[in-house]
């Protein structure tokens, strides 16, 4: 199948400079590879790290900040600086480019998401290729995506690509860290993706976040979404265009399952904020994940948080592990008042439902 649609994560560690600051060799590159694949008929979406490195530059520090306050006063100067770079080498390629900022209030609001999915999709209808990152200098810690590994594969979900490239330091998944392992062997494809999670090693760097495990995780997100990823080293940018003629530069592929989570679904598991949580009984937890039916009243036995109708909220099981997520049809009072009732006591009280559930199955998602 012909890829169309294309995005490309590349980290803080690919786009630093030895010497501090940003690599325009790279950017460079970067540019190149992302209009060839352009002018091969691929729409491509670019999610990129580099802010925090982009200020660290410009204020010649060499030390990343370890507190929150800290990389987001860098990511202020230097945001501006690696847009005003993307622009200026993107030109050199008659491409165009539109900086979008991102928190997790933007994928996890309804809203929010339509709006960005919109947003984005005619930026790639008008030629123009989106270069996507955290909103840094506003996110809190309790609520970031972490990294931008797990932050492209929601944008990759989002926008149904046909593959996710993310870019790092090594040329794909090993059994073992070959920087310390002489024996490890590479990883060419990988099909069960939550068998390899124990063969990464997390460990980042000084400059970019995370590690191969964040790959991983991405890379699940991105296949169960019905994206699949390939991993490579930012070494082989110029050979990632053979991709379009089905040739492949030397990393892993991570395979995207038959059955993937699309639209609601797959933003309900993934990218939506929820409000609370409904705890049910033991009954209820067989229904719901043996028989995929809706959640009912009377398996409910107490609730915590506050939320109204049509907003997420999470469904938990006697131990309190989290059994599914889904959209209440009743605002979190409305449940409190309903606990342990019969489907038809719930219509009496609200007449204006169409039917019973307290979360219809079509709105939910169990794991």
Known sequence: M?????????GSNSLASPTGGLSGVILD?????LSAFREGGAECILVSSGAVAAGM?????????????????????????LIEKYSYFFSKYEQTGAQILLSPMDIGEAAHYRNAQNTINKLLKMGVIPIINENDTVVIDELCFGDNDRLSALVAGMLQA?????????DGLY?????????????????????????????????????????????????????PSFVTSFEHIENLTS????QW????YFVSPPRKLTGRKGWLTYGALTYGHIAIDAGAK???KQRGASLLASGIIGIEGSWERKEPVRIVGPEGEEVARGLAELSSQEINDVIGLHTNEVLQRFSDLTSGEVVHCDNMTVF
């Open 29 to 33: 590159r970067l540019a190149y590879t």
């Open 2 to 10: 012909p890829l169309k649609r294309i995005v490309l994560k590349i």
């Open 249 to 252: 530069p030397r990393g892993t």
């Open 243 to 246: 991709i379009l003629q089905e």
């Open 162 to 170: 046909d593959l996710l490239i993310m870019l790092t330091d090594v």
């Open 57 to 81: 530059g410009a204020l010649k520090m060499t030390q990343r900040p370890h507190d929150l306050i800290g990389r987001q006063a860098l990511a202020a100067v230097g945001q501006g600086i």
């Open 175 to 227: 059994t073992a860290n070959p920087k310390k392992h002489k024996d490890a062997q590479h990883l060419d494809r990988v099909e069960d993706i939550a068998g390899v999670k124990k063969l990464a090693d997390g460990q980042g760097s000084a400059i970019g976040t995370g590690g191969m495990i964040t790959k991983i995780k991405a890379a699940e997100i991105a296949a169960n979404l019905g994206v």
């Open 286 to 288: 067989r229904a719901l």
